[in-house]
């Protein structure tokens, strides 16, 4: 779980199945509930750094997929049209302060942000993975041109080895491991 916990299997083997269809909480909106009831929460910093990849201009030419290898892909897609990115969620430089961050700009669902070409959600290799984004992906980037999170170590070390820059996060994407792999990417031989 880079994005949310719990992760999609499991929901599936450990929760009893009852994964879809997932439906706000009645009294956070940022918190979505499987059939089963039970909490699905982002990690880390996913929301502010979701917010900065809309709303930023650095990045509006930057492509962003997903790579997860999952047994519920359908799940994992419903998650991301599901999951409402809000005004005050932002953290980033651009938003003004105060109360006035929560009508500058409109909250949008975790997909609005993701380049749909590059979304792979399958249960294969994260390297299988990267070889379909870097077929698919707009521009025809290399693997040096990537940028790659993963809460799994051996992922990281698996698609490092294809020189993509990655960034271990065994706990979400956190702000300080979003900082820290931008500043230092791109990254020789993805280390």
């Keep these: 779980g880079c994005l949310w916990s719990p992760e999609m299997y499991e929901i599936l083997y450990f929760m009893g199945g009852r994964g879809s269809p997932f439906t706000p909480d009645d009294k956070d909106p940022r918190i979505l509930r499987t059939a089963g009831g039970s909490e699905v929460k982002l990690l880390g910093n996913v929301r502010g750094i979701f917010h900065e990849l809309q709303y930023s201009e650095q990045w509006w030419d930057t492509n962003i997929g997903i790579s997860s290898r999952t047994d519920q892909p359908e799940w994992a897609r419903e998650l991301l049209e599901k999951f ?53 992906a707009p521009g025809k980037p290399k693997y ?21 820059t990655v960034c271990y996060c065994p706990k979400g994407v956190t702000q300080s491991d979003w900082d820290e792999a931008i500043k230092n990417f791109p990254c020789i031989n993805g280390k």
């Design 144 to 164: 040096q041109d990537c940028l790659f999170f993963d809460n799994e170590l051996g992922n990281c070390r698996e698609v490092a080895k294809l020189g993509v």
């Design 84 to 136: 409402i990115i809000f005004s005050d969620d932002c953290n980033h430089s651009t938003c003004s302060g105060g109360g006035n961050a929560k009508y500058k700009y409109p909250p949008f669902p975790m997909k609005q942000v993701l380049t749909p070409e590059i979304c792979e959600l399958a249960k294969d290799s994260k390297v299988q993975h990267f070889e379909r984004i870097l077929k698919n």
